[in-house]
């Protein structure tokens, strides 16, 4: 029994019914809680901030790295594209194993789709945003401003320009 006694007389309540009986203590007592109170609360604030900090430097680190994968995308898909162009080419020539060449052509085909890259449909009416002028050409069957010939084709990564379309325009 007397264990527990001893056990009360640690315990805050009394200590502070000990403590009004001086009455000086009691109040450096109150002003050390109101203090620490006010400490607390800035602590919890700074921690707060810096948990906020911390969640939105995860999320720009995620969309820094999701850019970055896009970048590497393509210029891998880009360099790809000159296959394309060589293997048009080469079925235009003769003596060329059509059929092996049609097979491989399509096998790049098949990775371009499959990452999103599609061929531009022609336009003909020559748009700076989907085409390169890489000379114009004079014509009396196309208006100016007109496609007059693709040089080569324009790709698309989505919704995005992955290569213009060459093109020759009419004066």
């Not at 203590?25 to 006010?38: P, Q, S």
């Amino acid at each position: 029994m007397n264990f527990e006694h001893e056990e009360l007389d640690n315990l805050p309540e009394n200590q502070d019914q000990e403590n009004n009986a001086s009455g000086v203590e009691h109040g450096n007592n109150k002003n050390e809680i109101d203090m620490c109170l006010t400490e607390l609360s800035l602590w919890k604030d700074q921690c707060k901030r810096i948990s906020a900090d911390f969640e939105n430097f995860k999320k720009r680190t995620e969309r820094e790295q999701g850019r970055w994968a896009d970048v590497a995308k393509e210029s891998i898909l880009y360099d790809l594209l000159s296959f394309v162009d060589a293997f048009e080419v080469a079925r235009t020539q003769p003596n060329i194993d059509k059929v092996a060449l049609d097979m491989l052509y399509q096998s790049v085909l098949k990775i371009l789709a499959k990452n999103d890259v599609k061929a531009m449909t022609e336009i003909k009416e020559f748009n700076p945003e989907f085409h390169e002028a890489v000379m114009q050409v004079e014509s009396q069957d196309h208006s100016s401003g007109e496609i007059v010939q693709f040089l080569s084709k324009g790709f698309m990564l989505k919704d995005k320009v992955l290569r213009p379309a060459k093109v020759s325009v009419a004066l």
